[in-house]
Nanobody, 115 residues
């Protein structure tokens, strides 16, 4: 099994920044892909950003130019740096690891963008 623990969420003013972290533990030998998803109230979950262990990244159009996903393979950790935050970025953000055993999810961390 793989356990994922996110941190870094909270309340931030519009235009502000934050950095989310997701650390994985457990039986991890190979990671195919790490990603961040988010779900706002009343909306479907959406992919925010993803990164392969080879470093290939992918971003949702809504966050391009404002978000940077990165990872530390040695620490089995993935990060999401978000800048120029907007109220519409308010959501629960969950990390996701795709490993040979399957897909694993973190419990989620709330990000609220409000003045």
């Amino acid at each position: 099994q793989v356990q994922l623990v996110e941190s870094g969420g909270g309340l931030v003013q519009p235009g502000g920044s934050l950095r989310l972290s997701c650390a994985a533990s457990g039986d991890i030998r190979t990671i195919y892909r790490m990603a961040w998803y988010r779900q706002a109230p009343g909306k479907q979950r959406e992919l925010v950003a993803s990164i392969t262990t080879g470093g290939k990244t992918n971003y949702a159009d809504s966050v391009k130019g404002r978000a940077t996903i990165s990872n530390n393979n040695a620490k089995n950790t993935v990060y999401l740096q978000m800048n120029a935050l907007k109220p519409e970025d308010t959501a629960v953000y969950c990390c996701n690891f795709y490993v040979p055993m399957g897909m694993f999810w973190g419990q989620g961390t709330q990000v609220t963008v409000s003045s």
